[in-house]
């Protein structure tokens, strides 16, 4: 980010962590730890943020150039930033029998919304028998993406992710539980800065991390770890297309634009599936999530309505119970 120009006594600074009402933030002078209470509650801090800070008060969130936005299963569910200003978006999973491309797939329509660049990186390289098919398997599911395997174990494939994180540059690493985000960040850092749990019985690992923290690594690159996500619903359509791009290129060369790749004529992606030059399973998955992303638009734009009726009406209760102005 370029540097901003702030008023004199004020600074910016890169916000490590959020706890309630306190900012963990790196600046130039190292760590510092200071209250968040001069933000609006609108602001939305999140990790990886740029505040200004006036004295030991945080009190303004710059704008930010990449967002990776959440939004948790449900009704009433508002979009979440879990991690703000990211070069990278580290898709992390463990090969294994638990490996599920559909789940990588909707992490990568998310990444590909966010504005930076995702990369999968497949965990526990040590425990698979056979690695190369396996990467190959999941390349398949990410078009356009690349998937790199390693083992915190070995170390083996760790300098490949190393090599991604240049000075300066910041990666956010998200994914479900127990896939050894935290071992990884372990890896990358050269130090125990995560917690690490054993694996289970069945294979599977540990949720471990609580909550999301910026880590500075050796290199000069910068590292979001984040908890797992147990859901992950889109937050709108901006990345579907992306991370479907080769069923998304097909459905651009439908002859009617409206095409519901049924049984239309000039239907490309029908066309494509019978040559058997695209996977019917991957179109049947693009179609589950454009509809998904369709019903969640709708859904934000109610739950935005909603919210700025709420600040309308808390404004005119405000208004209403000042006292009224003496007449002269």
Known sequence: MTDPVLPEGRCAARVARVDRGWLTVLTADGDRRVPSTG??????VAVGDWVVLAGDRAVRVLPRRTAFVRTAAGRGSAPQVVAANVDLVLVVDALGAGLRSRRVERYLAVAWASGATPVVVLTKADLCADVPAALAAVARSAPG?????????????IEAVQELLAPGRTAVMVGPSGVGKSSLTNALTGRPAAATADVRGDGRGRHTTTARELHLLPGGGLLIDTPGMRELALPGGEGVDAAYADVADRAADCRFRDCAHDS??????TAAIDRGDLDPARFAAWQRLQAEAHRQEL????WARAAESARLRALHREMRARPARPRR
């Open 39 to 44: 933000l609006r509650e609108a602001d939305g």
């Open 145 to 157: 993406v690349q998937v790199l395997a390693v083992s915190a174990l070995t170390g083996g494939g």
């Open 264 to 269: 239309e004529p000039g239907c490309a992606v």
């Open 299 to 302: 859904r934000a734009d109610a």
